[in-house]
């Protein structure tokens, strides 16, 4: 396959959100939009809190209610963890690949998810977002998606 072909995406939200089921609603669209529209997609997504969680849930469900074989599911891990390194087998049934960020694995754990952002968002051809307050760590991540002319969705809009 041609790398030109696959269509990467990375989600970055706050770890608890509000408006769950508006905001639920709202990825399911942009998600089946892409399996829809895209040859191939690579959804690039953390594990660190409810956005990051909810994702991956409607990712999964999604892929089974069009038995699409056209994405790959990528958990991006900012170092190894003691959960994926005791449950690796369990963790490649729900992820179709894990990856452990080599440049955040390589940073003070306080700043490797931050690292990691910036590594998914250099990857990413599309950045969907849900930034509900104007601080933290995704909002400083999406900063720096449009500093670097992302195409960028915030759902939370």
């Known amino acids: 396959m041609n790398n ?23 990825m399911e669209k942009v998600i089946s939009d892409l399996i829809y529209y895209k040859k191939y997609v690579k ?18 469900r999604l892929v089974k209610k069009y038995d699409s074989g056209n994405i790959s599911h990528i958990l991006v891990l900012p170092y190894m963890k ?17 990856e452990i960020c080599e440049e955040s694995s390589q940073v003070h754990f306080k700043s ?8 998914m968002v ?20 999406i900063q720096y998606a449009k500093s670097q002319n992302k195409k960028i969705i915030n759902i939370a809009d």
Request: proline share 0%; aromatic share 16%; net charge negative.
């Open 122 to 141: 250099d990857r990413s051809d599309f950045v969907v977002c849900c930034i509900q307050r104007k601080n933290g760590g995704a909002y400083q991540t």
């Open 112 to 119: 490797a998810i931050q690292t990691r952002n910036k590594v």
């Open 4 to 26: 030109l072909d696959i269509y990467i995406v990375s989600f970055f939200g706050h770890r608890s959100l509000y408006l769950y089921e508006d905001i639920e609603r709202k």
């Open 82 to 98: 003691a959960e994926y390194r005791d449950n690796q087998e369990s963790f490649l049934t729900y992820y179709d690949e894990v």
């Open 43 to 60: 959804f690039l997504v953390g594990r660190d809190g409810e956005f990051d969680r909810l994702t991956s849930s409607i990712i999964r």
